[in-house]
């Protein structure tokens, strides 16, 4: 996982809310662990990952 060699970009959201996603939810927790361990103080896994975000007919938009 690369996200730990990233912690100084990502130091700019340390105190703000941060949702780490995946395709199916578990990923993403193990990224909440790793941020939380860091010192980021509002961090969330979005549940059931991107997979039931579609499922449910959220939307979403590319970048």
């Known amino acids: ?3 730990a060699s990233n912690f100084e970009n990502l ?4 105190e ?8 199916g939810g ?3 927790l ?3 662990e790793i941020l939380t361990e860091a010192g980021f103080t509002d961090v ?3 549940k059931g990952g991107i997979g039931l975000w ?7 938009t590319t970048s």
């Open 44 to 46: 969330k896994s979005l």
């Open 54 to 60: 579609h499922k449910k007919g959220y939307p979403t």
């Open 16 to 23: 703000k809310e941060i949702v780490t996603m995946c395709p």
């Open 26 to 28: 578990g990923l993403s």
């Open 11 to 14: 130091a700019p959201f340390r």
């Open 1 to 3: 996982m690369k996200l």
């Open 30 to 32: 193990a990224a909440v």
